[in-house]
Nanobody, 127 residues
Framework: QVQLVESGGGLVQAGGSLRLSCAVS????????MGWFRQAPGAPGKEREF???????????FYADSVKGRFTISRDNAKNTLYLQMNSLIPEDTAVYYC?????????????????WGQGTQVTVSS
């Protein structure tokens, strides 16, 4: 059974940084393409917003325009862990952040392209 556990969320002031982690088990992590998504407060019925994507080798990375230049996605295949380094945080980054395992169909920026999800970790950025 595939399990994803996020950690590292919290409360931070605007301009600050956080690093999220996602521990993956039950799957060969080194051959798994991964992504980060987020869901803002008050938007439970809306699709989760794409944040970043990384290929299984780490050689291909894609970002949403809203986080490009501020966030960095990375992975440590030896530790079965995915990361999201978030710098220069702004209040609009406040959301629950989810890591996900990509499936075999759909585009990397679409939530429906991912088969397994973590439970999410809350990030709150105060102004």
């Amino acid at each position: 059974q595939v399990q994803l556990v996020e950690s590292g969320g919290g409360l931070v002031q605007a301009g600050g940084s956080l690093r999220l982690s996602c521990a993956v088990s039950g799957r060969t992590f080194s051959s798994t393409t991964m992504g980060w998504f987020r869901q803002a407060p008050g938007a439970p019925g809306k699709e989760r917003e794409f944040v970043a994507h990384i290929s299984w080798t780490g050689s291909n990375r894609f970002y949403a325009d809203s986080v490009k230049g501020r966030f960095t996605i990375s992975r440590d295949n030896a530790k079965n862990t995915l990361y999201l380094q978030m710098n220069s945080l702004i209040p609009e980054d406040t959301a629950v952040y989810y890591c996900a395992v990509r499936g075999n169909s759909g585009s990397y920026y679409q939530a429906q392209a991912y088969d397994y999800w973590g439970q999410g970790t809350q990030v709150t950025v105060s102004s």
